[in-house]
């Protein structure tokens, strides 16, 4: 059968693009003397096809003498978690998606005359966290009675989502890129991101994470824009702790002070209460890791047992649903309300505006007429 001769160094490179190696992908795609072949740069067309399908690489990038200088928006990396995943392509094709949504929107902003928000690195590290979660918790209006309002976790989060949205932050939260339900993301790569500016700061969750680990990333994502900081994040486990202050362990404790509050906690705790980490769960809406870290910060309970709970938190959360309620939610409300009114009013083309929603451009007309319903 013919093949054709592919640079070895294209092949490295493309395999490392999903964080496996020319070998990795050999075995996947051929079998017996093939992966020889393969491994050797001879590859047939289908060989080279299912190359292509497997490191999510465009095909004619793999005809190309040598790898593609292929620009990424750039982001620090303040993932904790010794030996995370590579970043790899699902999360770059996320970011693209939320940094071109972001540049419309401050043109947006800028046609409407806009003000840059106050609270955009309005601490630094040196603050006292306690202070950033309370000046996070007046900004944006979140006090005993929203949690108490909240019958589930999923309602607390949306919940603080309209909160931190009604004073200019864009949250996106999504467990597939874009609308490719067969590119679901790996919360082992990444829990969340922040992207500071001050006018159109933007957060983004990781949908594929457990439900009740949503408010957590929301607050701690949130922390990030409050210092200044842009950045990748994850939740390290207990033999990640970083020593001393730095930005991820800063932006925790301001989360867990926003959300589990010290002396709340502590008034609450009981020491006899085997339960006490489940009704702490359930009267603070988070998940059980969050408690578990304040009460393993807190002295409450051991590293033995923080680490079990951390080896249990890895539940895939849900996706899909009423498509017309998931669209804001993975395009952030703002952006959304504000395409789809650009679009009608004529400002965008509808069919700029269904492809920076990842939509059709019928599904943005209906959108419009649902809006207009649930406001009549």
């Not at 998606?97 to 928000?117: F, R």
């Not at 006090?143 to 932050?169: N, V």
């Not at 709970?309 to 993975?330: D, Q």
Request: glycine share 6%; aromatic share 10%.
């Amino acid at each position: 059968m013919e093949t054709l001769k592919i640079s070895l160094d294209l092949l490295d490179w493309a395999a490392g693009q999903v964080g496996k190696t020319l070998e990795d992908i050999a075995s996947v795609i051929a079998s017996g003397k093939g992966i020889d072949q393969v491994l050797a740069g001879n590859l047939t067309i289908r060989q080279l096809e299912k190359y292509a399908h497997v490191t999510q690489t465009p095909f004619g990038y793999l005809l190309l003498e040598s790898p593609p200088a292929v620009a990424k928006p750039k982001l620090p990396d303040m993932r904790q978690i010794a030996f995370a995943d590579p970043l790899g392509p699902d999360f770059f094709a996320v970011l693209e998606d939320v940094v071109e949504k972001q540049n419309w929107y401050l043109d947006y902003l800028s046609d409407i005359g806009a003000d840059p928000l106050p609270f955009i690195g309005r601490f630094d590290l040196a603050a006292d966290a306690a202070a950033v979660a309370c000046d996070i918790a007046k900004s944006a209006g979140i006090d005993h009675s929203l949690k108490r309002s909240c019958a589930t976790q999923a309602e607390y989060f949306r919940a603080l989502s309209e909160r931190f949205e009604s004073i200019g932050i864009l949250v996106f939260k999504n467990s597939i890129v874009k609308s490719n339900s067969k590119r679901g993301l790996s919360v082992s790569e990444f829990r969340g991101f922040a992207i500071c500016d001050d006018y159109a700061p933007a957060v983004f969750i990781n949908g594929k994470d457990a439900e009740a680990a949503w408010i957590f990333t929301l607050a701690h994502e949130v922390a990030h824009l409050w210092v200044g900081e842009s950045g990748v994040s994850d939740i390290p486990s207990p033999k990640d702790f970083p020593p001393g202050r730095n930005v991820e362990s800063f932006c925790n404790s301001v989360a867990a002070e926003l959300l589990v509050p010290v002396s709340e906690f502590l008034s609450m705790w009981n020491e006899g209460d085997s339960d006490s980490i489940d009704k702490a769960s359930r009267h603070f809406k988070v998940s059980k890791l969050v408690v578990g870290r304040r009460a393993y910060e807190l002295g409450k309970i051991s590293k033995a047992q923080y680490s079990q709970l951390y080896a249990l938190s890895y539940k895939a959360g849900g996706s899909g649903g009423n498509p017309y309620a998931t669209i804001p939610v993975r395009n952030s409300k703002k952006v959304t309300n504000a395409l789809v009114k650009s679009a009608m009013e004529g400002s965008i083309l509808m069919r700029d505006a269904a492809r920076l929603l990842n939509i059709t451009p019928d599904t943005v007309t209906n959108l419009y007429k649902k809006n207009i319903r649930s406001h009549a």
